[in-house]
Structures are given as C-alpha cells and as structure tokens.
C-alpha cells in the first residue's frame, strides 16, 4: 500500500470485481429487490389492459362485451392474478417505504413514521372501497 | 455544455406515477382481471360504464392512470435493466425506448379518452 507504482505507459486498469449478472439471487433481500424492481412490467401491463378496454368501450356494447368475455380465459385469469400479486407488492412496498419519503411535521413535531403509513393504508383502502362502489352493481 | 439534469422530474414523474399505481391499480385489477370474470361481483352494464367513462373527471382520472404510471414504469424497468441485468452500454436505447413508450401511451390514453364517441 505505501508503495508508489512504478511508472506505466499504458493507462493502469483499475481494480473491479465482476459482479454476476445474477447477483441478486443469492441473497433473498436482493430477491426482494429485483421483485419490487420488476413490480413496474405488471404497472405497465395494467395501463395496456386499460387502454384496450378503453378502446373496447368506444367501439360499442358487442366489442365491449367481446373484451369482457375474452378476459374470462384462463390464460388471461392466470395472467391478470399474477399481475394482481405485482401490483398489489408494488403497492405495499410503496407505502411501507412512504416515511421515508414523506419528512412532515405539525406544530413543531415530526409526524411519526407509523402514523404516515397507517394514512396511506387508510387512504388506500377508501379509495379501493370507493371503486368498488363505483364499478359493480346494476 | 452544461445543461440542467433532467433526473429530478423524471424522479418527479416516478415517484407520481408509483402513488397512482398504488391507490388504483390493486383494485381495479382486481375487479377487472378477477371479481367481474369469475362473478364474485356483478360490474355495470355497457351503457352505465361508457356514460360514466364520458364524465370529464373521469376521463381525467383515466388520463391520469394511464400516464403517470407509464413514466413510473420507464423510471423503473430503466434501472432494473441497468443494475439487474448490468446492460451499462445501451443505456441511450433503454432511456428512449422506455420514456418514448411513456410518451407514446400518454398520446394514445390522450387521444382514446378525448374522443369517446
């Protein structure tokens, strides 16, 4: 280390371990990690199922119920079930993460990072509720 | 050339998109892909969904569920390729082909809910 390096002509290649593209595997809070990473492909996936079903609705009741039909496929029920799992560890890990974020105050103190998440969970399932409402019946 | 970094609103745009996705997208898969298909709930029929789709906040709801978590997704899947999977080089390709992909949905998503007949 106290050893200065002799000169080089050629520019010194600095010390870097490989690491393995499946570096993530080894450890189960690295598997976690990529998990959440890849929570964003069901994000997308979701988006694309709206849009078709947007697309769907502006064609007209036979289209529509066309697109309703297609989704009671066991391939697609299969698909969307796995995408309900992303989504729903996307949502989770994003609130649960929400302290973190979010550094407020009131009246001089820090609000407690238990009270930030129990509000998102509060919020998340009013709004779930609120759907819920919204689209089922008639 | 020193120009400004544009990371933060794209940060900006992540961070949104993953509240949207969050609060609207469990439920809504969960009616659509699930409850409705398997008749565990019964959804409204074609002409109450399309006059409730044809409200303006709605339609700004729906706007805002596709667009925002396309940006998230960009953000995201960006860096899962980046540090998952260790593709450094092409990081100009991944960048256009997922934030490109954000803004090509948000058109369509734009262009879908403006004009429902």
């Known amino acids: ?138 | 050339m020193s120009k400004k970094s544009n990371e933060p609103f794209l940060w900006f745009l992540f961070s949104a998109g993953g509240v949207v996705a969050a609060l609207l997208m469990p439920v809504l898969l969960f009616l659509h892909g699930l409850a409705f298909p398997l008749g565990w709930l019964q959804p409204s029929g074609y002409e109450t969904t399309l006059a409730l789709v044809k409200n303006p906040l709605a339609r700004l709801v729906l706007f805002v569920l596709c667009s925002l978590p396309l940006f998230h997704w960009a953000h995201r899947f960006r860096f899962t390729l980046y540090d998952g999977l260790q593709i450094k080089h092409l990081n100009e390709v991944i960048s256009f082909f997922c934030y490109g992909g954000a803004i090509a949905g948000t058109a369509l998503a734009g262009y879908l809910l403006w004009n429902i007949p």
């Open chain 1, 1 to 138: 280390m106290n050893q200065t390096p002799a000169y080089t002509t050629h520019h010194p290649r600095w010390y870097r371990t490989r690491v393995s593209t499946y570096w993530w595997s080894r450890k189960w809070a690295y598997f976690r990690f990529i998990v959440r990473e890849l929570t964003s492909i069901a994000v997308a996936y979701v988006v694309v199922l709206t849009l078709v079903q947007i697309q769907a609705l502006r064609q007209g009741a036979d289209e529509y119920a066309e697109f309703q039909e297609l989704l009671r496929k066991p391939l697609l029920l299969s698909l969307n079930m796995i995408a309900l799992f992303f989504v729903l560890y996307h949502a989770i890990t994003w609130f649960n993460l929400a302290p973190k974020a979010v550094v407020a105050h009131f009246r001089g103190k820090r609000i407690s990072d238990t009270l930030i998440k129990a509000s998102n969970y509060v919020v998340w399932l009013a709004i779930s509720g609120g759907v819920i409402w919204l689209l089922s019946g008639g």
